[in-house]
Nanobody, 123 residues
Framework: QVQLVESGGGLVQTGGSLRLSCAASGRTVSSYAMGWFRQPPGKERDFVAAISWSGANIFYADFVKGRFTISRDNAENTVYLQMNSLKPEDTAVYYC????????????????WGQGTQVTVSS
């Protein structure tokens, strides 16, 4: 089992930036695919971005392309989500996910989850 702990959320104004971090522990997390999802209030959990274990393959949801960047540091067992040009519609709880292989954009296919971190973008 992989344990995931997110951090870095907060309140930011429109156009601002935040960097989320996800610290992973347990098993060989450096061999896991990692992803970020988000869940706005009253809505379903949506795919944001994912990165393969090596970092060679990266996937983004269309609505964050050009604004968000996912990266990982396997030596630190940490994955990051740099979020720029934030908009009010980016307001959500952001969750880190892990799986032994890239599992696509459907959240139920990912095996391990963090507790989430709140991101609020004010207009």
């Amino acid at each position: 089992q992989v344990q995931l702990v997110e951090s870095g959320g907060g309140l930011v104004q429109t156009g601002g930036s935040l960097r989320l971090s996800c610290a992973a522990s347990g098993r060989t997390v450096s061999s896991y695919a990692m992803g970020w999802f988000r869940q706005p209030p009253g809505k379903e959990r949506d795919f944001v971005a994912a990165i393969s274990w090596s970092g060679a393959n990266i996937f983004y949801a269309d609505f964050v392309k050009g604004r968000f960047t996912i990266s990982r540091d396997n030596a630190e067992n940490t994955v990051y989500l740099q979020m720029n040009s934030l908009k009010p519609e980016d307001t959500a709880v952001y969750y880190c996910a892990a799986n032994s292989y890239y599992s696509g954009t459907e959240y139920h296919r990912w095996g391990s989850w963090g507790q989430g971190t709140q991101v609020t973008v004010s207009s």
